[in-house]
């Protein structure tokens, strides 16, 4: 998770979503891909995105990541968001180097690798049991980060005014939800078959685009979306680690991930009428939402009782734990930095591509790193569904190419 631009992110496809993570200027121009990630991330819509798991998830924080509005869509996972197609990003500097394209992407796919991977570690590897907390130092790391570099002139944000606030605030309680769900099903489920389900996200997505919007999608696009299905059901069924409650939380981490991305699509407009500058940016989403998520995260802190957990744990004490944390805070981050970049470089065809491929081998490094029991029968699954993405992703390219 980590902070969102849903990067990335989406349909969600990111988890990426990434995380994991990401923003619109124009409504009508933006895409959301996507696990802390989740960052999440988030992807195929590109939500991965993400993202996700994680953005956070795949599954992201940065905004963990917006829902492609018409034309361009998101990937969650992850949560990270695409800006209009070959539209500069505002607020950020580019600096010049050769192979910017290459060099870019290269990050994208390493930030949101690592957000998804790193998570886990922090959850099931050093067993943390205080995901909300996890949440909650992220978003603050990611809101001191993009205040320090707001003071600094690197890039702009618009004021928080209460006007903002008031039109944000539901978008920002079913961020939290994301997130938190995103933490929790990424616990007790192999990153590979997070990475599957998260496809799901697609699927509730589309339907909901469809009776909210009217808007009608190819066939080749719910094809594909069917094979997603086919595939998150008989990877649940031949998972040898299958855990209820985390398939459970993964599925409720759907739901909201989906919701977030529809909501936010009414919402943007609203919310750049009250800004002194008439647009909201990426990096003014990824402060907004992670401000925003702090004094809800604590007060779910305070009520699922980590308190006592935190005052009990042992790792807190652990200088190797608080660094760990502290970069998946800034790996979160970077997702929605890197997320914007690759897509000024390349554009929203080639963001969504990737996005769909970079979860193969982050579910291949979720299963050897983590020493997950497979199957031939579950891992031709997972590939199945890793497929299915890709050809989702190429779906909604050719979809876009028909109606522009």
């Known amino acids: 998770m980590g902070s969102r631009a849903l990067s990335a992110g989406a349909s969600f496809d990111s988890p990426d979503l990434a995380f994991e993570r990401n923003h619109a200027e124009d409504v009508s121009k933006v895409r959301w891909n996507g696990e802390r990630g989740h960052k999440f991330h988030e992807s195929n819509g590109v939500v991965e ?3 996700s798991p994680v953005r956070r998830d795949v599954v992201s924080r940065s905004l963990s990541a917006i829902k492609a509005l018409e ?10 968001l695409e800006k209009g197609r070959d539209r500069m990003v505002r607020g950020s500097r580019a600096v010049k180097f050769p192979n910017q394209a290459l060099l870019s992407g290269c990050a994208y796919c390493i930030s949101s690798c690592s957000m998804i991977l790193v998570n886990k570690f922090v959850l099931s590897g050093y067993n943390f049991d205080a995901g909300i907390s996890l949440m909650v130092y992220q978003n603050f790391i990611s809101v001191i980060t993009v205040t320090i570099l707001s003071f600094l002139g690197v890039i702009s944000t618009e004021p928080l005014t209460w006007r903002l ?9 079913i961020f939290v939800g994301m997130l938190i769900t995103s933490m929790f099903s990424l616990k007790y489920i192999n990153v590979a078959m997070v990475t599957v389900l998260k496809n799901v996200t697609n699927v509730i997505t589309a339907v909901g685009e469809m009776y909210l919007f009217n808007k009608r999608h190819d066939n080749r696009v719910w094809a594909a979306l069917f094979l997603m299905i086919i595939s998150a059901i008989s990877g649940g069924i031949t998972d040898l ?7 459970a939380w993964q599925i409720i981490n759907c739901f909201l991930t989906a919701s977030y991305s529809l909501t936010l699509r009414r919402v943007m407009d609203t919310a750049k009428q009250v800004t002194k500058s008439g647009n909201l940016n990426e990096f003014s989403m990824v402060l907004l939402n992670n401000s925003l998520s702090l004094p809800l995260g604590v007060l779910l802190v305070i009520v699922f009782n980590e308190v006592d957990y935190l005052s009990r744990t042992p790792l807190l004490r652990l200088p190797s734990f608080w660094l760990v944390m502290t970069l998946s805070g800034f790996l979160g981050l970077a997702i929605s930095f890197t997320s914007m970049w690759f897509l000024h470089q390349t554009g929203a065809t080639t963001y969504s591509l990737v996005g769909s491929l970079n979860k193969i ?3 291949v490094a ?7 029991p497979t199957s031939l029968e579950n891992s031709a699954s997972i590939f199945f569904g890793l497929l299915a993405g890709v050809f989702f992703a190429r779906a909604k390219m050719w979809e876009r190419s028909q109606s522009g």
């Open 361 to 363: 081998p982050l579910s």
């Open 165 to 173: 606030i008031k039109v944000w605030l539901p978008v920002n309680v």
């Open 366 to 372: 979720g299963i050897l790193l983590f020493k997950v």
């Open 241 to 247: 680690s299958f855990h209820a409650v985390g398939y």
């Open 49 to 51: 995105q993400s993202s």
């Open 71 to 80: 034309n361009d869509e998101i990937d969650l996972e992850g949560g990270r």
